[in-house]
């Protein structure tokens, strides 16, 4: 929560960790709301390193239809040294999806996106953005709203290994964004130790199957008997 008053950054979280502000922005806490306002780019960093996280955040802008062209979301993987993160985005067309922004090799959309609620300024929605191993993962619904079943953008990428979550907006031509979070919760999603490997088809009886990246999938071997 954002039970404090800053005038300059978002200040240290009630749980003791310090926001780390990168960008071009202003950003203040009021009791209840914290705001960040650029015509450019902006984010906060939570000084919480981790690499799987789930975070779920409740934010409003002024981004949408009669509003400012741009985009909101969540920072996972984040680094506080070099601009290298994941940006798990909401933009004011109401899509939603995640990048990778590596420095001196910029922006590349990582997995599938897919159309979310339709953004009107003022309004409040939730987003949840999950990363676990190499699989990201986010939702974004409307304020009182039940929670989808499903992810609205998925994908797969094994760039950035760990990091810190955060917040961000960005304006499109140089409009003002303006960004409000009422709440922002960091949860661990796992603690243990995790294998990874790749898994490729092989046809069986010329039958064959595409599953898509990040799918949960079951590896088993058949009994075979002597007959």
Same mark, same amino acid.
């Given at each position: 929560?954002?039970?404090?008053?800053?005038?300059?950054?978002?200040?240290v979280a009630d749980t003791?960790?310090?926001?780390?502000?990168?960008?071009?922005?202003?950003?203040?806490?009021?009791?209840?709301?914290?705001?960040?306002?650029?015509?450019?780019?902006?984010?906060?960093?939570?000084?919480?390193?981790?690499?799987?996280?789930d975070v779920l955040t409740s934010f409003r802008?002024?981004?949408?239809?009669?509003?400012?062209?741009g985009y909101v979301g969540v920072i996972l993987r984040g680094s506080l040294s070099t601009p290298d993160r994941y940006e798990v985005?909401?933009?004011?067309?109401?899509?939603v999806y995640v990048y990778r922004y590596i420095a001196g090799s910029g922006y590349t959309l990582v997995g599938s996106w897919s159309q979310g609620p339709e953004p009107i300024p003022g309004t409040w929605y #939730?987003?949840? =953005?999950?990363?676990?191993? @190499?699989?990201?993962?986010?939702? %974004?619904w409307a304020d009182g709203d039940t929670e989808p079943d499903?992810?609205?953008?998925?994908g797969v990428d094994r760039t950035l290994t760990s990091g810190y979550p955060g917040a961000w907006c960005e304006a499109w031509i140089f409009t003002a964004v303006e960004c409000d979070f009422r709440t922002f919760q960091v949860t661990p999603l796992s603690t243990e130790v995790r294998q990874e490997f790749t898994v490729e088809?092989?046809?069986?009886n010329?039958?064959?199957? #595409?599953?898509? =990246?990040?799918?949960?999938? @079951?590896?088993?071997?058949?009994? %075979?008997?002597a007959l």
């Open positions: 929560t954002f039970d404090r008053t800053v005038a300059t950054g978002w200040g003791g960790h310090a926001w780390h502000v990168a960008g071009s922005g202003t950003l203040s806490v009021t009791p209840g709301i914290a705001s960040m306002v650029t015509d450019y780019h902006v984010r906060a960093l939570i000084d919480m390193p981790s690499a799987d996280v802008s002024n981004l949408g239809l009669g509003g400012s062209i985005t909401y933009d004011s067309d109401g899509f #939730t987003m949840r =953005a999950q990363i676990l191993g @190499s699989v990201i993962r986010a939702r %974004v499903t992810w609205m953008a998925s088809p092989s046809a069986v010329g039958v064959t199957r #595409t599953v898509p =990246a990040g799918s949960p999938v @079951s590896l088993w071997t058949p009994a %075979v008997y």
